[in-house]
């Protein structure tokens, strides 16, 4: 990353396959991020994930229960914030947005835990989340 | 994702944006993947995070004693893999990595739950985490 200290053995910081392919999209009554509570605990309901063919067979042991982390990517961020007030209130001083939960910044991966509601073939129903609906999915895991 | 049931109306679902800039990388004493416990609470290391120029106004706001979550792209994980035996087990049944912290998977992105032991300019001391040397970092969060 910075020229000094990085000797030539080291590997090189961006590779070229850092692309997301997304394995799958959230179906959702929230239609616009305006319309969206900041945090799924916050009153925002449940959602359809609709897994992608590529990947289903990713989702083999997945069962109603569990507790998982969707990984979304937030694709109507702003990637050049790095600054924000938090939860948007003038009030609250600028703050870094690695110190906070915005969805802008220079990688927007949103974190999303919830919990598996039910399973029809392709489709997880999870909840609560407050993704908006087409938001691409990225990757799912069990809660830490 | 899927045509059925795609509207007209709906966003892609693979916007040409979705890559990743690393906003800084893992400088650790592990250096190869064989080197590594499975996870950061399993004896791994303390490590420092170099955040790059373009990302340090995004880290004010950081203190000595957060806990935050830090997200690697794991740079050597197999893309193509969907299925395992957790932890390498073949006595543990063939499991969807969705269901499993398996660091191979469609998008290796790993989730790393560290506490901050120090900032020294654009470097933060965070352990204990497994990622290995060189790991790309793409986004620092609070832990949910």
């Known amino acids: ?61 997945l069962a109603i229960g569990d507790e998982i982390i969707l990984l979304t990517w937030l694709h109507q961020a702003n990637r050049r914030v790095r600054r924000v007030h938090p939860r948007g209130d003038l009030r609250n001083p600028l703050t870094g947005v690695f110190a906070t939960r915005s969805p802008d910044r220079p990688n927007p991966i949103g974190l999303h835990p919830v919990t598996v509601r039910a399973i029809e073939g392709r489709r997880v129903r999870v909840g609560p989340i407050e993704a908006i609906d087409g938001t691409p999915v990225v990757d799912v895991k069990p809660q830490i």
């Open 1 to 61: 990353m910075t020229k000094k200290g990085a000797g030539s053995r080291k590997k090189p910081v961006a590779p070229a396959s850092a692309r997301l392919r997304p394995i799958g999209v959230i179906r959702s009554a929230l239609k616009a991020r305006g319309d969206s509570p900041r945090q799924g605990a916050e009153g925002a309901p449940d959602a359809w994930l609709e897994i992608a063919p590529f990947a289903a067979q990713a989702m083999e042991g």
